[in-house]
C-alpha cells in the first residue's frame, strides 16, 4: 500500500514537500516514481529513483526544480518541489515497480503499484 500526503495550495514560487509512505511489503527495495496528472491530460512522468538512491531521473518540465529521495528505514519517498509554477498543477502519484532491486523507468505501465494521489494547486 502507498499513501501519499503533503499536497495542498500555493502560490507560484512556493514550495511544498510531498510524501508516500509504503507499506505491507518491501518496497524498499523497489524503485519508486512519481507522476501527475492535470484535468484532461494522460498521467505523465516525474520523477524516479532507484531502490538505494543511486539514480534518479526527472521529466525536463521539473529537472532543477523538483528533487525525487527516499529513506528506506522508514519505507518513505519523498518529492521536493521547489519554484512552483501554476503548470505543474495536477494529481500527484506515487508508484512503485515490483522488482526487488530492478531498474528504474519514465513508463507508467511498468509500475505495479499506486497510491491514490495527492492534489497540488499552484496560483498564479
Known amino acids: 500500500q502507498l499513501v501519499e500526503s503533503g499536497g495542498g495550495l500555493v502560490q507560484a514560487g512556493g514550495s511544498l514537500r510531498l510524501s508516500c509512505a509504503a507499506s505491507?511489503?518491501?518496497?524498499?527495495?523497489?524503485?519508486m516514481g512519481w507522476f501527475r496528472q492535470a484535468p484532461g491530460k494522460e498521467r505523465e512522468f516525474v520523477a524516479t529513483?532507484?531502490?538505494?538512491?543511486?539514480?534518479?531521473y526527472y521529466a525536463d518540465s521539473v529537472k532543477g526544480r523538483f528533487a525525487i529521495s527516499r529513506n528506506n528505514a522508514q519505507n518513505t519517498v519523498y518529492l521536493q518541489m521547489d519554484s512552483l509554477k501554476p503548470e505543474d498543477t495536477a494529481v500527484y502519484y506515487c508508484a512503485a515497480i515490483a522488482t526487488a532491486y530492478g531498474r528504474t523507468s519514465q513508463r507508467p505501465g511498468e509500475y505495479d503499484y499506486w497510491g491514490q494521489g495527492t492534489q497540488v494547486t499552484v496560483s498564479s
Open positions: 529513483i532507484s531502490w538505494n538512491a543511486a539514480i534518479t
Open positions: 505491507g511489503r518491501t518496497f524498499s527495495r523497489y524503485p
